[in-house]
Nanobody
């Protein structure tokens, strides 16, 4: 069973920054894709950013230029640096991992990000 350990959510004012981290309990060699999704109240869960095993990074259009996803391959950890936050970024953010074996997907427990003055 893969464990995903998330941290870094919280309350921030508009224009502020937060950094989320997620560590996986498996070898980086077993990971096909790793990244973050988010779900706002009354909305569907959506991709925020992800990185593939070959190093390709995908971002939602709404966060391009503001959010940066980085990874530490040796530790199977990803970080999401979120800058210029707006109230529209308020959501529960979930770490997501897709295993190389059969494409099995795993989710973290979620961390709340609230952008409000």
């Amino acid at each position: 069973q893969v464990q995903l350990a998330e941290s870094g959510g919280g309350l921030v004012q508009p224009g502020g920054s937060l950094r989320l981290s997620c560590g996986a309990s498996i070898s980086i060699l077993s990971i096909a894709v790793m990244g973050w999704y988010r779900q706002a109240p009354g909305k569907q869960r959506e991709l925020v950013a992800e990185i593939t095993s070959d190093g390709h990074t995908n971002y939602a259009d709404s966060v391009k230029g503001r959010f940066t996803l980085s990874s530490d391959n040796a530790k199977a950890t990803v970080w999401l640096q979120m800058n210029s936050l707006t109230p529209e970024d308020t959501a529960v953010y979930y770490c997501h991992l897709k295993h190389r074996r059969f494409g099995v997907e795993y989710w973290g427990q979620g961390t709340q990000v609230t952008v409000s003055s």
